[in-house]
């Protein structure tokens, strides 16, 4: 599964809730190669449903963001989390397919 955050409202949680199947793209490594008109390239498209969660889930996605991206700065991070967790929305998407490409 993945988890993302975003605003507690907008177009992207209108969608999901009425359609709830979505694509996730990720793109790591690339370079451009002027002189063979192309790009080296690697990327992952993963495809599932997506749902909102809230409680103990959201909270628990929101510290694992923040472990991710912000360990050094765990103890602020839960902090500013506890003050501003009503808003944010919290976004769960449950893997159907995951397929991937890479030109090296």
């Given at each position: 599964m993945i988890y993302l955050?975003?605003?507690p409202e907008g177009r992207k949680?209108?969608?999901?809730?009425?359609n709830?199947?979505?694509?996730?793209?990720?793109?790591g490594h690339t370079k451009i190669l002027p002189g063979a008109f192309s790009t080296e390239y690697e990327s992952a498209v993963?495809?599932?449903t997506a749902k909102r969660v809230e409680g103990d889930e959201k909270r628990e996605a929101l510290?694992?963001?923040?472990?991710?991206?912000?360990?050094?700065?765990?103890k602020e991070g839960l902090k500013y989390l506890a003050g501003k967790i009503d808003r944010v929305a919290?976004?769960?998407?449950?893997?159907?397919?995951i397929s991937g490409k890479a030109r090296r």
């Open positions: 955050h975003c605003a949680l209108d969608n999901i809730e009425s709830s199947a979505v694509s996730f793209c990720v793109v993963v495809s599932g510290i694992g963001i923040l472990e991710k991206y912000s360990l050094d700065f765990l919290v976004v769960r998407i449950d893997i159907n397919h």
